[in-house]
């Protein structure tokens, strides 16, 4: 069975400004660092993204994304700040193993 279902580049474009119509709120998260997108691909695991978002808008404040920063919390004080995304304790885990290897590849 073949697929003969082509779609050209004008069709595409359109789908895309109808998805992007429909769909307003997507795309609002434009990560800073890589850091960032880390912490939100281990914190969006199990939960929706308005528990990430509220997550994220913590760790900011707290750390500005930054890697040395975040290793620097203690781990009650990344669990306190990762809690809306559930799961806290096995995320505030592997956040610290992420950052630990990428700071041992000298990232």
Do not use: C, H
């Amino acid at each position: 069975m073949t697929n003969d279902f082509k779609v050209s580049a004008n069709q595409t474009q359109a789908i895309y400004e109808k998805l992007k119509t429909t769909f307003p709120d997507v795309g609002k998260w434009p990560p800073d660092t890589k850091a960032e997108i880390i912490l939100g691909a281990i914190l969006v695991q199990n939960t929706n993204w308005r528990n990430v978002e509220k997550s994220l808008e913590r760790l900011k404040q707290t750390t500005d994304f930054i890697p040395d920063q975040i290793l620097g919390l203690s781990d009650e004080d990344l669990q306190f700040l990762i809690q809306p995304s559930g799961f806290y304790k096995n995320k505030s885990r592997a956040i610290q193993e992420t950052f630990r290897w990428f700071q041992n590849q000298n990232w």
